[in-house]
């Protein structure tokens, strides 16, 4: 399959497909991924964090029970905390029944097997380093696991990836690490404190209730490490009349559970 870029239009903002498309898939699984191709979205975005044995796992929350079967499994293991189960036990979990059963079955899937699944779906990746402080280290490993499965090269980085975070600190650390790696801060920084973004970051990820116009035209006008205009897209967006209003701010790409509605909504800018 050969996903469009996701761009709705030469000038409209890219979708991405917020852990996939989850509003109709189990989040942050390869079924998402799948969902997101199928409909046409080249662009997804995920979350990573680290089991107890040191392997990346893609996976919003800190924690396994709202998203797996891990208190039926492991009763004993409360509370459940991403950090404290190995990989091997993690791959034994159904990451997919809670969301409906025809996804039983449906696994956590490592950052390895996520990044093949974006390879063989010719998708592209805004990839979310969570909850960082749990995780020592986490954005060089990332990093090198990222350049041994090829998303380090020219080609990727010019096109394919970001990585974001909440934490300013991880995002300072991917920047110091990988100059070449486009970066997101993932929150809405005061406009005077934009120049120092501007430094370590090619884009603002905010909350969609905090933009404006004005403030979007401001964070423009700053250009980020790699001399381009900075970004703003916007998240979790997933009405239609909500996806115009941040398209008529000048919002440079949108996150949504569901890219059909966002495409629909924008497809006329
Ligand atoms: O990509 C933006 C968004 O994912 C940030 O919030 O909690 O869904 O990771 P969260
Ligand atoms: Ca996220």
């Known amino acids: 399959p050969t996903p469009p870029a996701g761009a709705v239009s030469a000038d409209g903002p890219v979708v991405i497909a917020h852990r996939g ?10 079924a998402a991924v799948d969902k997101a191709a199928a409909m046409g979205f080249g662009w997804v975005e995920n979350d990573v964090q680290r089991t107890k044995d040191g392997r990346l796992v893609v996976i919003h929350d800190g924690t396994l029970e709202r998203t797996t079967d891990v208190k039926r499994l492991f009763p004993g293991r409360a509370p459940w905390r991403v ?39 010719h998708q592209n990746l805004l990839l979310e380093i969570k909850n960082p402080e749990l995780y020592p280290g986490i954005e060089s490993q990332t990093l090198r696991l990222l350049d041994r499965e090829g998303w380090l090269d020219p080609g990727h980085l010019r096109n394919r990836l970001i990585v974001q975070s909440f934490s300013a600190d991880s995002v300072r650390t991917v920047h110091r690490l990988r100059p070449g790696v486009r970066t997101a801060y993932l929150g809405t920084p005061r406009i ?24 979007v035209s401001a964070v423009h006008a700053f250009k980020g490490p790699h001399a381009k205009p900075l970004k703003v897209f916007a998240w979790t967006v997933n009405r239609a009349d909500e996806a115009r209003r941040l398209t008529e701010m000048g919002a440079d790409g949108i996150i949504t559970n569901a890219p059909d509605v966002v495409r629909k909504a924008v497809t006329a800018y």
Not at 201 to 209: C, E, V
Request: charged content about 25%.
């Open 83 to 121: 950090k404290d189960l190995t990989a091997r036990e993690i791959a034994r979990l159904d990451a997919g029944s809670w969301y409906g059963p025809g996804y039983a079955g449906v696994r956590v899937p490592t950052l390895r097997q996520y990044m093949r699944r974006l390879s063989h779906n």
């Open 21 to 30: 498309a989850s509003a109709y898939a189990p989040e942050n699984t390869l």
């Open 192 to 215: 005077t404190e934009l120049p120092a973004y501007a430094r370590l970051t090619d884009q603002i990820n905010s909350d969609r209730g905090k933009l404006s116009g004005p403030y």
